[in-house]
């Protein structure tokens, strides 16, 4: 398994649950899942176009997401705004940033934020 640049690494109160909804919900590939003996996910990693995200469950009562903002670059906001609108989660219309990329932005049920985008960033001026 090869690892570059930045891998998020993800915290949930049900990292199973968690892992079914972001492969069904966004079409993330279920790469790597080790589960305890008794069926719970003790940490898990999911492929994102070339981009790994490992996730881990923890105990109830944790603090929920929501401290992170997660950037995943895909070909087509529009098609992935189709797909995800209707799920029952908060997702912002595609929308063209001042920066340069399309975008939108989808927090899921455990709080995170998922921002993905089209296109590049501006050079700096």
């Known amino acids: ?3 570059t640049g930045v ?3 993800l915290y949930y109160t049900d990292a199973a649950a968690a892992l079914d909804w972001l492969t069904a919900t966004f079409g993330f590939g279920p ?3 080790y589960t305890a003996e008794d069926g ?3 940490e898990a990693e999911i492929t994102a176009g070339p ?3 490992m996730m881990a469950g923890r105990a109830p009562g944790a603090d929920e997401g929501g401290g992170a903002l997660i950037i995943v ?3 087509d906001v529009d098609a992935l705004y189709r797909r995800v609108d209707g799920a029952g989660v908060a997702v912002e219309p595609p929308a063209d940033q001042p920066w340069g990329p399309r975008t939108i932005t989808v927090t ?3 709080g995170y934020r998922w ?4 296109g590049e960033a501006l050079p700096p001026e």
Request: glycine share 0%.
């Open 108 to 110: 899921d049920p455990w």
């Open 40 to 42: 719970t996910v003790e």
């Open 51 to 53: 981009a790994r995200v």
């Open 115 to 118: 921002n993905f985008w089209q």
């Open 31 to 33: 790469d790597v899942r």
């Open 7 to 9: 891998t998020p690494y």
């Open 1 to 3: 398994m090869t690892y």
């Open 73 to 75: 670059h895909t070909d």
